[in-house]
């Protein structure tokens, strides 16, 4: 067992037994002229998970613990998207439409790839979500289950919306999940700063809060 200095007590963790899981880091929430940026959000504000999650990643693979990825997007037929979710914002170029990187949030295009600088490869599962939690209509828990995983290590972005969403569900699924704080992020600084403290807060009501340095210091024994 490893033990991570974490927020509000160390996370102690096999690494056998837990996953990695990386979400959205989609062209579509990190770079101009995708869904993020069409909400009205300044793109550039996530980008400063990128280079600590390619560490964490990097380390991660090589000791040979298991990786996931998620996307969040839609069929390209539109069956999976409800209505409420398709008409929220009243935006004029919105999910499914054409976007400069393709339909937006839409399975297959441009904009719903991962990052260049976080690509999967072989062997990583990526899960393809319709909503904000990975485990909602997703494998998911099945591909955990198969893999005997018992832990997460949790990031990608938003912090307070698809990173939330994963923790709780997974929390109530039974599964302990640390956050790397510096390895997720948020359009919104308050969000970034207050999702995180309210994931650790009652005595780890979600989970663990630590930076990456603090995982990385526990892979280096
Ligand atoms: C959002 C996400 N913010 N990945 N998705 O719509 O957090």
Known sequence: MLTVKA???DFTFDPTNTALVIIDMQRDF???GGFGELLGNDVSQLRTAIAPLQTVLNTVRAKQMMVIHTREGHRPDLADLPEAKRTR????CGIGDAGPMGRILIRGEAGHEIIDELKPIAGEPIIDKPGKGSFHATDLESILK???IKQLIVTG???E???HTTVREANDRGYEC??????VASYFPEFQA???KMIAAQGGIFGWVAPSSALLEALSI
């Open 7 to 9: 927020t509000p007590y």
């Open 194 to 196: 207050v999702g995180l």
């Open 89 to 92: 914002g009243n935006l004029s």
């Open 30 to 32: 990190l770079e101009p």
């Open 161 to 163: 919306v698809c990173v």
């Open 178 to 183: 640390l956050v790397l704080s510096d390895c």
């Open 157 to 159: 972005v938003t912090t």
């Open 146 to 148: 198969n893999h005997n």
